[in-house]
């Protein structure tokens, strides 16, 4: 009031609320110099701009976490509405925005992940039309399984592996695709190992990357190297190949092992079995192992009455033979693939008996 001002009963000038619209205030203003003073009038109109909304929503990068740089003067024509006589500044509170204070850049990176809102100043010769909030939204692209490693099993070749584009919980036919290779489908085929990647767009345009690393793995080349005819046989299996393997001794669904040896093995013709741990199938390889019995009774009780060599027959060491001697050195018999058994030989009276043989 004016006898406020005259009485020097002074209002905050910085944070003061209008009790009327329009409401008349008063200024004192006072000369140092000369003392004297005098009171004018400010009339506080409080102008109701009209209300907008403005909303820009932009994809997030390949790191998806919710931020990303937007371009606020993209939220211009919504905020202006083709009315050219008003200007647009951004700010990040509404408080910024009435006192004009921190305007924000026009490339401007949210603060708040997937959405923010911030607010345009609409003004028209430095006068505010409207204070309007701007919400920002960040999109995620595609829900995609976004690393697989795979194999490719070598023995197969050239029968292609399938790579998929990975789509999680939604219809992959409503995506598009652009894999390394160059293709646009939803699957490739490949029978090279490497690394594939495919980028995956939705409708609005945002997209996901997925990447697929293909290893090589497949069937091993066999060999075994046998330590036989003692007590302890030992077979040590050498694979040959790209794959993480395990191993089985007869049994091909196992039990299987990660270590290549075996020990106390059965003389006789042996299988071993090694499995390729990355799906690749099985290899195997028959081998045998030499044993025989160290005595033998040939008395006709049916009991240990033949003497033979086990790991010997028509297909491993078939042209093999075996030489029998008496303690005089004489040959008694030769065994062979094909007669690899032998009762009593035919003792001379002078010849002694076979039990010592």
């Known amino acids: 009031f004016y006898e406020d001002a005259l009485l020097s009963n002074e209002i905050d000038a910085n944070d003061y609320i209008n009790i009327s619209n329009p409401q008349i205030v008063y200024v004192e203003i006072y000369n140092t110099s000369t003392t004297c003073s005098d009171v004018s009038e400010v009339v506080l109109n409080v102008v109701e701009g009209e209300t907008r909304l403005a909303e820009l929503e932009v994809c997030d990068d390949f790191v998806v976490d919710g931020f990303t740089f937007f371009n606020l003067t993209d939220a211009n024509s919504q905020l202006l509405q083709?009315?050219?006589n008003l200007t647009v500044d951004y700010y990040e509170t509404y408080q910024e925005a009435l006192l004009e204070i921190n305007p924000l850049p026009t490339s401007y990176f949210n603060t708040l992940p997937y959405q923010h809102t911030i607010y345009g100043r609409l003004s028209a010769n430095n006068d505010c039309f409207a204070i309007s909030p701007v919400i920002l939204k960040?999109?995620?692209g595609p829900e995609v399984e976004p690393y697989q490693?795979?194999?490719?099993?070598s023995n197969?070749?050239?029968?292609?592996l399938t790579l998929t584009g990975g789509i999680v919980n939604d219809i992959p036919n409503d995506y598009y695709y652009n894999w390394s290779t160059g293709e646009t489908t939803i699957e490739i085929e490949v029978n090279e190992p490497g690394l594939y990647t495919v980028e995956v767009t939705d409708v609005k345009c945002c997209s996901s990357l997925r990447t697929i690393r293909v290893f090589t793995s497949g069937l091993p080349t066999l060999t075994v190297d046998i330590t036989d005819g003692i007590e302890n046989n030992q077979v040590v299996v050498n694979a040959n190949g790209d794959g993480d393997y395990e191993y089985a001794m007869n049994l091909e669904n196992g039990p299987y092992q990660d270590d290549n040896t075996f020990e106390n093995v059965t003389a006789g013709i042996q299988t071993v079995f090694v499995r390729d741990k990355n799906g690749c199938g099985i290899a195997s390889l028959s081998f045998p192992v030499i044993g025989f019995p160290k005595f033998f009774t040939p008395n006709g009780d049916a009991q240990n009455d033949y003497w033979t060599i086990k790991g010997f027959d028509d297909e491993f060491l078939a042209n093999s033979k075996v030489q029998i001697f008496n303690r005089y050195g004489k040959l008694l018999t030769v065994l062979t693939a094909?007669?690899?058994f032998t009762q009593t030989p035919n003792?001379?009276?002078q010849t002694p008996n076979p039990r010592y043989l």
Not at 156 to 160: N, S
């Open 156 to 160: 197969l070749f050239p029968e292609p």
């Open 82 to 84: 083709d009315n050219t």
């Open 338 to 340: 094909q007669n690899r």
């Open 347 to 349: 003792p001379k009276p």
């Open 149 to 153: 490693e795979l194999f490719y099993c």
């Open 138 to 140: 960040v999109s995620n």
